[in-house]
Structures are given as C-alpha cells and as structure tokens.
C-alpha cells in the first residue's frame, strides 16, 4: 500500500477522496480509507490533507522522485513519521536559500501560462506571460507550457507556439464558450492535478483576478496576486513572487515554500512582449472537460460589450492623462476634448482620484494600473516616483507643465513647459485640423 493513513489524525473531511484521481480512497466510519488495489502513489491526497493525516509511503516517494536526494538537507523529503508542513504563505524571506519540504515530493515540473480566451479576443499579458515564463524555465531548466481552455480554439494554440510555448493543454468545449468561474476553475484544477506543473501564471486581469483564486483554493496552493516583478532561485525553484503592498509602500517579495504549484498573476504591460515567430509548432494534449451544460450553475444571458471609451486602461494605444495641474474638475473638459480627437483613452493621477473627479479605475501608477501606451500625454502631472511606475515604459510620453524642474519631464520624449490652459487647446485644435486633412502625423 503506497499512502499511510494515520486515523488519529484524520477529521474525515473527505478532501483526499475529492481528489484522488484514481479512486483510491473512501470514507469509512468518517475515516480516509485507501484501496490499495487502485492507489497510483501520485501523493494529491497527501497535499491536499489539512490534517496532516497521510503520508507516502517511501517506497511509493522513491518511485515518485527518483533522482531527489536528499543530501546536505537542501532537498530533504519528508519521511512517513515526520508531519506534513501546514500551508503557509511567506513573506519576505528571500534571504533563505533553504528549500523547504514541498507537500507532494518532487513530481511538480513544468512553467505554465494560462492562455485567456474570451469572446474571440486574446488577453496580450498571456503572450507577455510567455516570455516571462520562458526566463523561468529556461533557469530551472523544465519546459514552458501554455493551457489553452475555451470553444473553438484551434487558432489560438497555434498562437500560443509562436509566442514560444513548447506544449499546449488544451480543453475545446462548448461548455467553456463563455467565462464562468465554475468550468473554468475545474478545467484548469483538473489539468494541474494530472500534469503537477511547479508553476502556473496568468494575467491580473478580470478573469485571472476571478478564476485563479477558485483554483489556489481547490489546490489548497498559495496564490500571490498583482505581482509586477517575478524572480526565481535555480537551486530551490522558488518563485520570487513581487507585489506592492500595505498601500504601496513597500515592495514584498512573496515564496510559496511547501506548497504546490506555485501561483501567480502578473499585472498586465509589465513585463515585456516576446517576438511572435510564424509557424513555430510544438505538442498539443487534448482533454476532456467533463462537465455538461447543466452542471453550470451560471448562466450567460447576453454579452453586452463596452464601448471605445470604457477600453481597459492596460491595453489602450494613446492616453491622455490628467493631473492636479487642471485645477478643478470643471476644467476637465478641455482634456476630454483633446482625448476625444485623438480617440485617446483618458487616464489620471492619483491626486484626480482622491479629488474625486475620476474614478479608481482610471489611475495610472503603482497603486492604480500599469500602462505601456504607443502614446502617453501627461497633462498637469508632476512625476511622482509612485506615478512613474505606472506609465514610464510607454513608447512615447510628451508632459504638459509649468514646471521645469517637474520629474515627469525627466522621463518624457517631448517637454512642453507652458500653461496648459493655453497648450492643451492650442494641440487640441493643431490635431483637430490635421486630422480632418488625413494628415497622420
Ligand atoms: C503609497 C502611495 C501610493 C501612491 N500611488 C500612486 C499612484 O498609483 N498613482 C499616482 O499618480 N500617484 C500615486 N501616489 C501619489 C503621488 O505620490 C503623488 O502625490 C501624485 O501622483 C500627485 O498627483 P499630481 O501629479 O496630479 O499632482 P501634483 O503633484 O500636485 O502635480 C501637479 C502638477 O501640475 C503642474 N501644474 C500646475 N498648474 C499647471 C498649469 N496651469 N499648467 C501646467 N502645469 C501645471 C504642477 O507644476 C505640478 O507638477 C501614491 C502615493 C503614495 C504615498
């Protein structure tokens, strides 16, 4: 028999019986009871245990990780009398080089990028997600992989090989033609349990910010959300997860030590997009969902989508952005006016926000949102270290001020030091005039 129950320790709450893939385990009296004829020695039910109550047998772990060893303590295993670690999230301790036992052994491997797909369009930070995975698995040396789980998605597996995936998982379902938490969260908990990637990435988007948390919490895995940096030690493989925290004030850098995988999403547009190479191929493995439409609790009734103004801020190609150099919010228009003709998305400072003249959703910086535009306009802005940080890797900035010594003009293209009463209308009716002569530039 591969998994020891230690019926002492056992609360009979049945998530090993959840999760087992093969089967192999019951309640019995309210106690975990293994089949031994059925247990494959995978070790999910040892991971997913709150309790602590199974361990592996060590025979079944010398089969699961052959070429750990445990040698010097740097990749101790875990021995059936020792307890399993409880989940816990780490802050700040990337000075320890020391890895801890891993629930499960060794068999994670694998970067893995969730790939999302919703209504016929592709959210660009998965692509920037595989180019931040290749660095990551190219320093632990496994593959990078991207899941790619919706209807009708041939082209976008293929486009996941040029964005340089080497394998795709894939789930092709009717069932998944719309978002919902529900199919979503099991398709991808489903492919983690069979496939035990070391780690899985996906963007902090809408659906990332819903989904992934449904599947930290079914994996009974640490999620560190919003990342903007991520880093890995090669000896431990330990994903270096960085995220602002307490309010923004400082930069903490999160380890998931004992469990897996290790989970994140990452901001979109801050990390950079690879080259898309035409024609790169690599393998493709099909799964089955397994779920039917009426298992879905949620129903999509309609898809209403947003109009040209209410574009995500993230994905928006020229920005006009306000700062509290417009002095009130009645003069918000003259900037409105300027976003307009340049079908522009309007962003602002976080000064605006607390002013209450715009929303959150429009801030751009470290506790707002992280934009990379072809065109980024700061109007009335001072450049404050926190604003920066959102918008300094756009392609192009032209700053609006009065101030010479203001520090948005040490990051900006083109300076326009003047009042911006009298500059922005002056551009406003300059493009306006362009525009309607076809003039591009
Ligand atoms: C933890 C933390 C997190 C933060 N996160 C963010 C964030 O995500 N995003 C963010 O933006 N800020 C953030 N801030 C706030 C940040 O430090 C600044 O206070 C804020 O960005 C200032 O906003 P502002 O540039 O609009 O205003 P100000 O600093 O007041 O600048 C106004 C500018 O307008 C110029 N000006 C005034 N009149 C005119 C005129 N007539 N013509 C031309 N120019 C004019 C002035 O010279 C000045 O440079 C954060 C702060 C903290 C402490």
Redesign the pocket.
Known sequence: MAVIVDKAKCIGCGSCVVECPVEALDLVDGIATVNPDKCKDNGSCVTVCPSNALTLDPKAKAKAAPESKAEGGENKEFSPSEPMPKPVADYAQTAEKKAAPVAGGDVWSGVWVIIEYNHGKIAPVSWELLGEGRKLADAIGCELCGVVTGYEVEHVIKEAFAYGAEKVYTMDDPVLKDFRTEPYADAITNLVRKYQPEIILMGATAMGRDVFPAVATRLQTGLTADCTVLGIDPETKLLQQTR?AF???IMATILCRTRRPQMSTVRPRVMAMPPRVEGRLGEVIREELGMTEDQVRTKVLEFIGGDAKSIFLDKAEIIVS??????SQKNMALVEELADTLGATLA??????EAGWMSHDH??????VTVRPKVYIA?????????L??METSDFIIA????PE???LRVANYGII????Q?VPALTAEFKKRLQHGVAN
């Open positions: 602002p309010g923004g004030n306000v700062g509290l150099g417009i002095g602002c400072s976080r000064g605006i926000v801030q751009v910086g470290q506790t707002g109007v009335g802005i001072s450049g404050a270290i926190q604003h940080v959102g609006i001020n009065n101030d203001a520090g948005i003047g009042d911006l009463f500059v």
